[in-house]
């Protein structure tokens, strides 16, 4: 004779084995403050006994959250799982929610998909807060989720009015850091291969190039200015656009994949790095390491940045009220052999 499948035990069933009453065991389970330390005890070795397994669902409606965090990055799931900055943001948003035993959602959401069932989803009925990376300057995301009432916190600052609700590399100082090497090593004729300009990386980076050459008693020469997708391949095209506009003996790219692609045009122009032509890149992703030459580079920490974004949407889900200021991490110069 079979037996009859061991259906899941109830919370009745804890309260019962604790001796307490339902609401006691429920509050028990949820987290709640007034309980005496004799029944938590009481419970909490009754759910022991009894293998009993909390309903998500029904927890959910009961503390009214679902202990689930996303992220939403603006890129295709190519360019995310090929670029390293992105692998660096996600184990440091990961390792900071499963410290705080919250879950990660992870989603895609390129310009033309980011409507209908990603707005729908984005309510309080399904995360507890939402980070949004790789934004453009025209994207309606963060204030369309924020409407739903869910706390919202952005990789990049969008502008340099944008002061709460955001975690950020200081892009401007780190630009900066790189052209003032140039400068310190001679290089009269310095270019750069900017990354778009409606995206904050992009911008910044480029406003530090400015800032330095200015600093330096030097004026852009729209010549020396190019442009790429922070793409290896667009930086090779960039790098090739520059070395037919006019001379160029060094050149900072607003990152190291980019900064690859330069290399590699370099090469085949014939010229020697940094003998001839003097590169730096922005991002210190393991490939710095790798390209011949070595890549001199400024350092920052994707995976910092991921840890304090998670910190600061945790911070806004526990204690919902004004915005969070925003947080700028710090940036350093990494010299190897290409500058």
């Known amino acids: 004779m079979t037996r009859p499948p061991r259906t899941r035990p109830t919370l009745e069933e804890v309260a019962a084995r604790a001796g307490v009453g ?9 987290g709640g403050e007034k309980v005496s330390e004799r029944a938590r005890l009481a419970v909490e070795q009754a759910i022991a ?16 959250r679902t202990d689930a965090i996303a992220l939403v990055i603006a890129e ?16 440091g948003i990961g390792s900071a929610l499963a410290a705080a035993d919250r879950q990660l959602v992870l989603l895609f959401a390129q310009a033309s998909q980011r409507r209908g069932a990603l707005d729908e989803y984005l309510t309080r009925q399904h995360v507890d807060g939402v980070l949004l990376l790789s934004l453009h300057d025209d994207d309606e995301l963060p204030e369309r989720i924020r409407a739903h009432g869910v706390p919202v916190v952005v990789g990049g600052r969008s502008g340099a009015d944008v002061a709460t609700d955001f975690v950020d590399v200081d892009n401007l100082q780190g630009a900066r850091l790189a052209v003032e090497h140039l400068v310190g090593l001679g290089r009269r004729h310095i270019a750069t291969i900017a990354g778009p300009a409606d995206m904050v990386a992009g911008r910044f980076r480029y406003e530090g190039y400015a800032a330095a050459l200015a600093a330096a008693g030097r004026a852009v020469d729209r010549r020396l200015v190019a442009r790429g997708d922070f793409g290896q391949a667009s930086g090779e095209r960039a790098m090739r656009e520059l070395l037919a506009g006019g ?3 060094a050149v900072f790219c607003a990152n190291d994949l980019m900064a690859a692609g330069a290399l590699r045009a370099l090469a085949a122009a014939g010229l020697r790095v ?18 011949t ?14 840890r304090e974004m998670a910190a600061m949407v945790l911070d806004a889900t526990r204690a919902p009220g004004p915005p969070l200021p925003g947080r700028m991490l710090p940036t350093s110069l990494v010299v190897r052999d290409s500058a």
Request: proline share 9%; net charge negative.
């Open 274 to 291: 940094p003998k001839d032509v003097a590169v730096v890149g922005f991002e210190d992703a393991p490939i710095a390491q790798s390209t």
């Open 247 to 249: 001379e160029v003996d």
């Open 76 to 91: 295709s799931e190519e360019r995310v799982f090929g670029e390293p900055f992105f692998a660096g943001v996600i184990r």
């Open 293 to 306: 030459p070595p890549l001199t580079t400024v350092h920052q920490s994707p995976e910092e940045m991921g």
């Open 49 to 64: 006994e009894l293998g009993y397994v909390p309903n998500a669902a029904a927890r959910a409606l009961v503390t009214r």
């Open 22 to 30: 339902r609401g006691t065991a429920s509050r028990v389970i949820n």
